[in-house]
C-alpha cells in the first residue's frame, strides 16, 4: 500500500498536500482499494466555503457511494475536471493525476489535526 510521507492524511482516508494556503484533496490508496473501480466522482460545491468534516462530494464506485469529507476549512476553488470524463483515474493515479479539490484554506492551523504518514498507517491497521 502507497502512503507518500510527504502528504497529510485524516481518519476519512482523504489526503491532503498543503502549498501557502492552497490545499489539494483526494482519496487515500487504501480508500480506492477499498471502493474498487471508481465510476463517478460528484462535487456540487465548487466557490463554496465548507467546514473541517462537512461533506464536499461523492465517489461513487460499482457497489457504493461513499461521502468525501473536508479535511480542513476552507473554499474550495477547483475541481479535477478530467474525473468528469475519467473517474477511474483516481484508482490509476490517486496521489497524482486523481486529485478531487483544490481548497483555499480558511483556517490554516487546522492542519495540525492531520495524520502523518506514519499515525494513518497506524490508524488503517488498527
Partial sequence: MNIPQELKYTKD????????????VGITDFAQGELGDIV??????????????EVF????????????????????????DELEDEPEVVNEDVYGKGWI???????????????DADAYKAHIEA
Fill in 101 to 115: 479539490i483544490k481548497i483555499k484554506l480558511t483556517n490554516p492551523e487546522e492542519a495540525t489535526d492531520l495524520l
Fill in 13 to 24: 482516508h482523504e489526503w491532503v498536500k498543503i502549498e501557502g494556503d492552497i490545499a489539494t
Fill in 40 to 53: 463517478y466522482v460528484e462535487v456540487e460545491t465548487l466557490d463554496e466555503t465548507i467546514e473541517k468534516d
Fill in 57 to 80: 462530494g461523492t465517489v461513487e464506485a460499482v457497489k457504493t457511494v461513499s461521502d468525501l469529507f473536508m479535511p480542513l476549512s476552507g473554499e474550495v476553488v477547483e475541481f479535477n
